[in-house]
């Protein structure tokens, strides 16, 4: 009568096939993982940059390319990708079998800020030595980056009041008190202050038409009047140097004079 068959042979041959495949497994993904295996051959930018951006990202991403296919760490390198200055959003994915695709969007300034950085549409205030900044690109001051939003939207009201007279802002500046002030493109000053600039805005368009005859004689306006304004003239279109000057005149502003007036 033949013996019954006992099961842990049956067990032995499962577990020693088991622990191959276990075996098998580890090592096939410590070989995926390994820098060397699968190594990216196509790099490949896309989004509208200028020159010197796109050099500027060709060396992080020279950098940060540190694995192949499977090993590279799609975040950090979106991670430190995002982290130049002028980067406005980054997406970073890899096609098989060899290829790693990054579109890089960039921050489009429209104006400068505070002379050393630049601002976006959206008020965002970034500092970028690679970017390009166009010329006659207006000028805006205000206490802190956090103060962008409320500087851009005001040159924005102002200056589309001001197109239709042919007159630009080169600066528009919010000092600490809270006070306004603007440089036209030829140099004239205004100062509109704290309060009431709206109506302030308003006053200086009903004269402007009539000053602008003497625009080259102009140095600053001041309109931080209750119902008028103040003119400073240039120096240089002040003087008459026959008259011999009076104790008044030596002692007037060298600015130039001043004339105010109700409006």
Same mark, same amino acid.
């Given at each position: #009568?033949?013996?019954?068959?006992?099961?842990?042979?049956?067990?032995?041959?499962? &577990?020693?096939? *088991?622990?191959? #495949?276990?075996?098998?497994?580890?090592?096939?993904? !410590?070989?995926?993982?390994?820098?060397?295996?699968?190594?990216?051959?196509?790099?490949?930018?896309?989004? =509208?940059?200028?020159? &010197?951006?796109?050099?500027?990202?060709?060396? @992080? @991403?020279?950098? $940060?390319?540190?694995?192949?296919?499977?090993?590279?760490?799609?975040?950090? !390198?979106?991670?430190?990708?995002?982290?130049?200055?002028?980067?406005?959003?980054?997406? @970073?994915?890899?096609?098989?079998?060899?290829?790693?695709?990054?579109?890089?969007?960039?921050?489009?300034?429209?104006?400068?800020?505070?002379?050393?950085?630049?601002?976006?549409? $959206?008020?965002? @205030?970034?500092?970028?030595?690679?970017? =390009?900044?166009?010329?006659? #690109?207006?000028?805006? !001051?205000?206490?802190?980056?956090?103060?962008?939003?409320?500087?851009?939207?005001?040159?924005?009201?102002?200056?589309?009041?001001?197109?239709?007279?042919? !007159?630009?802002?080169?600066?528009?500046?919010?000092?600490?008190?809270?006070?306004?002030?603007?440089?036209?493109?030829?140099? *004239?000053?205004?100062?509109?202050?704290? %309060? =009431?600039?709206? $109506?302030?805005?308003?006053?200086?368009?009903?004269?402007?038409?009539?000053?602008?005859?003497?625009?080259?004689?102009?140095?600053?306006?001041?309109?931080?009047?209750?119902?008028? &304004?103040?003119?400073?003239?240039?120096?240089?279109?002040?003087?008459?140097? $026959?008259?011999?000057?009076?104790?008044?005149?030596?002692?007037?502003?060298?600015?130039? %004079?001043?004339? %105010?007036?109700?409006?």
């Amino acid at each position: #009568m033949p013996r019954p068959r006992r099961p842990w042979g049956r067990w032995l041959l499962g &577990l020693v096939l *088991l622990s191959g #495949m276990l075996a098998g497994g580890a090592w096939g993904v !410590v070989w995926l993982r390994a820098p060397h295996t699968l190594p990216f051959e196509v790099v490949h930018i896309g989004g =509208e940059l200028q020159p &010197l951006h796109r050099a500027a990202l060709e060396k @992080v @991403v020279a950098v $940060e390319i540190r694995g192949g296919f499977f090993s590279l760490d799609l975040q950090g !390198v979106q991670q430190a990708i995002s982290k130049l200055p002028w980067v406005e959003q980054a997406t @970073v994915r890899r096609l098989w079998p060899d290829r790693l695709d990054l579109h890089v969007r960039e921050r489009r300034p429209v104006a400068r800020w505070s002379g050393e950085g630049l601002v976006t549409a $959206e008020g965002v @205030v970034f500092h970028s030595k690679d970017t =390009e900044i166009p010329a006659g #690109m207006p000028n805006l !001051v205000g206490p802190d980056a956090q103060s962008a939003p409320l500087v851009l939207e005001r040159h924005r009201e102002w200056q589309s009041l001001l197109q239709p007279r042919g !007159v630009e802002i080169d600066e528009l500046r919010l000092d600490a008190r809270g006070a306004w002030s603007l440089i036209l493109k030829d140099g *004239l000053r205004i100062e509109l202050g704290k %309060t =009431e600039v709206n $109506e302030r805005l308003a006053r200086l368009l009903r004269v402007l038409p009539h000053l602008r005859q003497q625009a080259a004689t102009l140095e600053r306006i001041d309109l931080r009047y209750s119902n008028g &304004l103040a003119v400073q003239w240039r120096a240089e279109v002040i003087a008459e140097p $026959e008259r011999p000057k009076s104790a008044k005149d030596r002692a007037s502003p060298r600015g130039g %004079t001043r004339t %105010t007036g109700r409006i």
